[in-house]
């Protein structure tokens, strides 16, 4: 997301929104998804949706509206929902995320409405409707 005219604003959340969902790139992505195909073999992470997103984000969603199924791996991004947009848990976007959230949708293909916004990153996918298969996680 290199556009000069959307540049969103950035500031601390207090308290952090719930986070519901992990995104995480590269050695992190790695690990998250070992972390949640490791917890299909005894069931905790069974109900976790994933998605790939570009540049080799691996975005994991949990239907638990505390995301305490989402399992821990080092380097991840905790991200939690407002106004329809996933954002980091600790930080609020500015203007209001209704209106990034509005913004953003039009950056992306109509099938991609899984979105998450990151500062210096902007994902999208479709979004998963059928929990995660290890063979996702390749």
Do not use: C, Y
């Not at 500031?11 to 986070?19: F, G, I, K, Q």
């Not at 050695?27 to 299909?40: K, N, P, S, T, Y």
């Not at 991609?112 to 063979?135: F, M, Q, W, Y």
């Amino acid at each position: 997301m290199n556009d000069a005219a959307f540049a969103p604003r950035w500031t601390p959340r207090e308290p952090p929104l719930p986070a519901v969902a992990a995104a995480a790139q590269g050695a992190a992505a790695r690990a998250l998804a070992d972390a949640v195909r490791d917890g299909l073999d005894d069931g905790r992470t069974s109900r976790l949706r994933a998605a790939r997103a570009d540049d080799g984000w691996l975005i994991v969603l949990s239907d638990d509206p505390a995301g305490a199924d989402l399992p821990w791996a080092d380097g991840v991004h905790w991200l939690g929902m407002d106004s329809g947009l996933l954002l980091p848990a600790h930080l609020a976007v500015r203007p209001d995320a209704a209106l990034v959230a509005h913004a953003v949708a039009r950056r992306v293909p109509d099938t991609h409405t899984l979105l998450a916004l990151l500062p210096g990153h902007l994902l999208s996918a479709p979004v998963p409707r059928r929990p995660v298969r290890k063979e996702q996680l390749a």
